[in-house]
């Protein structure tokens, strides 16, 4: 891992300490980390745990880091980069990275300058247990020893994916960002229906997460076999899984899949002009 660089937390919320505690584990020196975030509460936390520095003045931070990450909600961006580029220029060519969703490069380099480097990323909530997929794209500004230290920041808490183009990080958003909500659906729907047929919400629970880790350790411990044959794999003719399977695809699950993901990008495609 590079571990010279200085890198600034503007925020110091749940992905903030996520990220921290990650790259703590992975060995990033704590003295080179610094949280800024205007309460007390979670810096004491993170100063206690991980032995980084914190500070309540966000140009402190700015000004002592090589990197900035804003981790600050993308509703209060606008007004945490403008008092940055107004009360300092210490920033300037420094290298950013915003977590938030919904803020494009355009908008962040409106508000700091320019040509300001910028690289924009898509985490998403497993981020908070060390299994997260981040969607990454950088500014062209952006150098490649830069692009190297944030995917290693990243790859603390997960996997990344860089794309090419910014609007492809919406359809990060509908595949990494939005879709533990949809597993989670489906998770609920399952433990109903096991409820309706007797079982504890206790137990049922319990059924319906083992299956769902366990079918994802499978995928992962066999990237060679495809999601399709997986499947076909549990599948025994005329079995009990073919015909949940045959009820899925009658009922048009996949269609009901595709057409919600879709509607997931044109979400994301329409609050980037809020922010
Ligand atoms: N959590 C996720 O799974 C997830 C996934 C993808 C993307 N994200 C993005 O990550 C960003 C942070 O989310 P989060 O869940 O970590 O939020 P969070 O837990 O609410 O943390 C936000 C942090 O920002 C701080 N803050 C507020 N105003 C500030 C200011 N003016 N200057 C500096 N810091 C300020 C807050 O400090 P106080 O506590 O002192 O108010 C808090 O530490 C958001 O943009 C979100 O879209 C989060």
């Known amino acids: 891992m590079i571990t010279n660089k200085k890198i600034a937390f ?3 919320g749940n ?5 921290i505690g990650g790259m703590i584990t992975d ?3 704590a003295e080179l980390i610094y949280a800024a975030s205007p309460t007390r509460t979670r810096l004491d936390i993170l100063e206690e745990k991980f032995a980084i520095n914190t500070t309540q003045d966000n140009h402190f931070a700015v000004a002592a880091a090589d990197i900035i990450i804003l981790a600050v909600k993308p509703q209060l961006m606008g007004d945490v980069c403008s008092h940055l580029a107004e009360q300092s220029s210490d920033y300037r060519g420094k290298l950013f990275v ?3 969703a919904g803020v494009t490069v355009e908008r962040l380099q409106s508000l700091l300058a320019d040509n ?3 690289v924009r990323t898509m985490p998403n909530t497993p981020a908070l247990v060390q299994k997260g997929m981040t969607g990454l794209f950088p500014s062209p500004e952006v150098s490649d020893e830069d692009i190297k230290t944030i995917d290693q920041i990243m790859m603390a808490v997960g996997k990344t994916c860089w794309v090419d183009n910014e609007s492809d990080l919406n359809t990060i958003i509908a595949a990494t960002g939005s879709s533990p909500a949809y597993f989670f659906l489906f998770m609920e729907a399952m433990q109903e229906s096991i409820i309706g047929m007797g079982f504890t919400q206790q137990q049922a629970r319990e059924l319906v997460q083992q299956a769902a880790a366990g079918s994802a350790e499978l995928v992962i411990q066999n990237p060679h076999i495809d999601l399709a044959t997986l499947r076909q794999n549990v599948t025994s003719k005329g079995g009990t899984t ?3 399977i045959r009820t899925f695809e009658e009922q048009g699950l996949r269609e009901t899949v595709n057409t919600a993901m879709q509607a997931a990008v044109s979400r994301a495609e329409a609050m980037q002009k809020l922010f």
């Open 10 to 12: 503007i925020g110091a």
């Open 15 to 19: 992905m903030a300490s996520s990220l």
């Open 98 to 100: 915003s977590i938030a």
């Open 242 to 244: 073919a015909e949940a």
């Open 27 to 29: 060995g990033y020196p």
């Open 116 to 118: 300001q480097p910028i």
